[in-house]
C-alpha cells in the first residue's frame, strides 16, 4: 500500500484544508504515515501570513530534494496559500523544480485528479486559480480530533486590512449555505462530534443565498442534537452584531469564549490598518458582549511595529490591553509582504524596536493571563477531554467552556468526556485541577 503524510503550516482554516486533503488521499487507498522521509506521497500545506513562515516553508521543502535520488516513486506536492503568490510559483517552478504537484487554496477539488495525472504519466502537475467561484466539497475530511471538527462557514476574505495577504491568498469572500453547514453538523454530531469550532476570516459577515446571517446560523447548530460546544473564530470586531452578542446570551450550547483582534490600541495606526473601528468602537463591543455574558473569556491578536507606528501609539496599544485584560493574546511583530499596501509604506520601523516593543507587550499580556487564570483556583469547571499526556497516560488534557486549557489526573481513560474539574493551581497558559 502507498502512503502519505502533510505537513500543515498556518491558520486552522489550513488545518482544515488538510483534513480534506488526507480524506481525498485515504478515498484513493493511500495509507497515513508518521513519518515524512518514509511516506511515498508528502504535502507541505502552506502559510505565507508571515516571512518567517515562508522561511520554514524553504527550508523544509528543501530537505526531501534527497528523496528524489531514492528509488520509489517519491511524489511531493505543495499546497496552500504560498502558491496562491505568483513570485512564489515562479520560485518553485525554477529553484524546486523537483516538487510534483502544486495546488493552491481554491482548487483543492483537483488534487484526485493532479496525483492521477502524475503517477500516470510522471508529468508535472499545477492548478492554482485566484478566484475559484465554486465552493470546494466538504464532510468527506478525515478529522484531526474524534470529538472536535473544524467545519468551514466562509472562505476567503474582502477587508483588506493593509498588512495583510490573506485576501491574495484566499480569494473574495463567499458563504456556504446554512443548509448545507447544518446538514454537515448534524452528520458530524451522528459521528460523535461534541465540539464544533465554524471557521472563516470573518464569521461576522456570514450570508447565505437566503438571507441567513451568522447569529441565526448559530441559533440553528445550537438546536443540534449531540453538538455540546460551539466555537467560532475569527470575529472581526467593524461587524459584531446585537444579535451576535444576544447568542452569548441566550443559546447554552455557545462557549463563553471570543476571539477578538484588535490589532492596535491607536485609532491613527487602526485607520492605516484600514481595520474600519476605532478604540472607543472596539472598547464599547467589549462592554456589551461582558454585559450580556459576565463570565466571557476574550483573546485577540495584536500586531506591533506596523509602519509609522511611534512610542506614543504603542503605549495606547499597551493602555488598551490593560483596559480590556485579555484572557490571552497571540502577538506578532509586523512582518511586511509583497504586494500588500503597507509593506510599501514608507516609515518602517527598525527591527530593533520592533523588538524591544515586542517584549513590553509579550510581559504585559503575560501579566494579565496569569492573573486571570488565578481567578479560576478552587471553582470547578466542566472541561471537555481532548487527550491523554504522551509522558504520563494517568494525565489528561482538556479545555473549559472558556477555552481554558487544563491538565489533571484521572484513573480511567475520560477522553471524550465532559467532566468536572476542580482548578487547583494555575498558570499564565493553563490551569492544573483534580477530578471533582
Ligand atoms: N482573519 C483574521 C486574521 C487572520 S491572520 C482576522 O482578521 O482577525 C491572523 C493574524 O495574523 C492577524 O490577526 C494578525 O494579527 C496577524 N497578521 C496578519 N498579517 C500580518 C503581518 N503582515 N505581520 C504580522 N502579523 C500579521
Ligand atoms: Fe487579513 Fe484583515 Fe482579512 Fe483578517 S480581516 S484575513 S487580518 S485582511
Ligand atoms: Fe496563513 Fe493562509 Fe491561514 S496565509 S494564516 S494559511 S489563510
Redesign the pocket.
Known sequence: MKTYHIIT??????EHDSENIAGILEAMDYEYCDDPFKADVVVM?????REH?DKRFFGMLGQFKVRKKEPGDFIMCVC???PQQPVIQEKIRKQFSWVDIVFG?QTIGDFARLLNDRVRTGRHQFSIMANNPALPEEGNGKRLHEYKALVNITYG?NNFCTYC??PY??GREKSRSMEDIVTEIRGLAADGVKEVMLLG?NVNSFRDANGNGFPTLIRAVNGIDGIERIRFMTSHPKDLSEELIACFRDCEHLCKHIHLPVQAGSDRVLKRMNRHYDRARYLDVVRRLREACPEIAISTDIIVGFPGETEEDFEDTLSLVREVRYDSAFTFIYSPREGTPAASFEDQIPEDVKHARFERLVDAVNEISLEKNALYQGKVCDVLVEGRSKKDDATYSGRTDTFKLVNFRAGCDVVGETVAVRITDSKTFSLEGELA
Open positions: 503550516y498556518g491558520c486552522q482554516m489550513n500545506n502552506t502559510c505565507s501570513v513562515a496552500g496559500c504560498m487554496t476574505c495577504i490573506v491568498t484566499r476570516q
